[in-house]
C-alpha cells in the first residue's frame, strides 16, 4: 500500500495565501531546514510573509559549512506573484527567495539568486555581527520529495493538545512540519556544490505571540531506512502547569508513533560544534535513544534588539548528526534558553 503523505491532511492547507489577510496579525510563513548527507554544511531558509507588513516579507537564508564559515541573510522584500492557478496559489517568494508547491505534501522547491553576507559561526555564538561583511554570490535550486506524512503538533497527546490551546500554543502559531529528502545545486561564491541530503519543512499560518516564552528543545531527522524521529518540548514552567512535550517515532510505512521527550539536551551555552544533544522519547513499545552531536551550530542574533526584552531566550540553530541503532544520519535542532542559563562561549568546541 501506497504511503499516505499526506497524513489526512486537506491540500489546501499547502497553498498559501495571495493577498493580505484582515488580521494584522496574521501569518503565512514557509521554512525549510537542509542537512547534505555528508554533514559537509546545513541550511535554513524561510519566508515570514505578516499581514500588517505585507508588502515587505521577511526572508532570511543561513548556510552553514562545517568548517565554520555561514552565510547569513536577513532582508524585506515585496512578495512574488502567488501563482494563483484556480484557487492553488503554490508560490511564496520575495526577492531573491522563491518556494513552490509543485504536489501537496509530496513536491517543493526553494530557490535563490542573489549575494549575501558571510560571517562565522564563532561570530555567531558571540553575538557579533561583523561591520560591513563582503557579499557573496548564492545561488540554488533545491527539490524536496517528502518522506514522511506531517506531523500536526497537538494531534498526537491530549496533554500536549491541551498544552497548546492556551499561551504555550500562541509561541509557535498553527502549523505542522514535515520530512523530506533534498536534492540540488549551489554556487556560493566561486564554490559549486551538488548537494544529497535531508530535511525538514514547516508551513505555519496564523497568529504568532511570544510574550512569555520562555525556552524550547526541538529535534528532528529521517534516516536512509526511511524510519524518522521528530519532537518538541518546552522547559518546565514557573507556575506548575504541564510545558508542551509531543513527539513522534516513524518506522518508514504506516502512521506516525506518538512519542514523549523523556531526557532532553537543553540548551546551556553557544559552541560552534560537538554539542552532545542526545535524547530518549518515550514510546508505547519503550525508550527510543537516539545519539547526537552537532557538526555546525548557528543562532539568531538577539543582541541589542529593540523589540525583544532583554530577558527573551537565546535561540540557537544547528545540525547534528544522530545514531540510532547503529544506522546513522543527519538533522536538525533548534534550542533556545533564558541567558541566566547560557555558559559563556569560550572560543572552543566541547567536543
Excluded at 509557535?172 to 530535511?199: C, D, H, K, W
Excluded at 530518549?280 to 529593540?306: D, P
Excluded at 540553530?317 to 569560550?346: F, L
Aim: aromatic share 8%.
Amino acid at each position: 500500500m501506497a504511503l499516505d503523505l499526506s497524513g489526512g491532511l486537506d491540500e489546501t492547507s499547502e497553498f498559501v495565501l495571495a493577498g493580505r489577510p484582515e488580521d494584522p496579525e496574521m501569518r503565512d510563513a514557509v521554512n525549510v531546514w537542509i542537512e547534505s548527507a555528508d554533514a559537509s554544511l546545513g541550511m535554513r531558509i524561510g519566508i515570514e510573509a505578516l499581514a500588517r507588513d505585507w508588502d515587505a516579507h521577511d526572508i532570511w537564508l543561513d548556510i552553514a559549512f562545517a568548517d565554520g564559515r555561514v552565510i547569513s541573510f536577513r532582508e524585506s522584500h515585496p512578495p512574488l506573484p502567488s501563482g494563483d492557478d484556480n484557487g492553488r496559489s503554490t508560490i511564496r517568494g520575495a526577492g531573491p527567495l522563491r518556494f513552490q508547491c509543485v504536489e501537496p505534501f509530496r513536491c517543493w522547491t526553494a530557490s535563490f539568486r542573489g549575494s549575501a553576507p558571510e560571517t562565522t559561526a564563532l561570530h555567531l555564538a558571540r553575538g557579533q555581527l561583523l561591520n560591513s561583511p563582503e557579499p557573496v554570490a548564492v545561488e540554488f535550486d533545491i527539490e524536496m520529495t517528502m518522506a514522511a506524512p506531517p506531523w500536526v503538533p497537538g494531534s498526537l497527546l491530549p496533554q500536549a493538545k491541551a498544552a497548546l490551546a492556551g499561551q504555550q500554543g500562541e509561541f509557535m502559531s498553527p502549523r505542522y512540519e514535515q520530512l523530506f529528502r533534498a536534492r540540488g545545486a549551489l554556487r556560493v561564491g566561486r564554490r559549486n556544490i551538488t548537494l544529497t541530503g535531508t530535511g525538514l519543512r514547516i508551513r505555519r499560518q496564523g497568529v504568532r505571540r511570544l510574550a512569555g516564552f520562555a525556552g524550547h528543545c526541538w529535534q528532528s531527522a529521517v534516516f536512509p531506512s526511511g524510519k524518522a524521529f521528530g519532537f518538541n518540548t518546552y522547559p518546565p514552567r514557573s507556575d506548575g502547569e504541564p510545558s508542551y512535550n509531543e513527539g513522534y517515532i516513524f518506522d518508514g510505512s504506516g502512521e506516525l508513533k506518538v512519542a514523549r521527550a523523556d531526557v532532553v539536551p537543553w540548551l546551556d551555552r553557544l559552541q560552534t560544534s560537538g554539542d552532545n544533544v542526545s535524547f530518549v522519547l518515550e514510546t508505547a513499545q519503550g525508550a527510543v535513544s537516539v545519539e547526537g552531536v552537532t557538526f555546525i551550530n548557528t543562532r539568531s542574533v538577539n543582541k541589542g534588539s529593540a523589540v525583544l526584552p532583554a530577558d527573551f531566550p537565546i535561540v540557537q540553530q544547528a545540525h547534528a548528526r544522530y545514531r540510532w541503532d547503529g544506522e546513522e544520519a543527519c538533522g536538525m535542532v533548534e534550542r533556545s534558553s533564558t541567558p541566566d542559563k547560557i555558559i559563556p562561549n569560550t572560543g572552543k568546541s566541547n567536543s
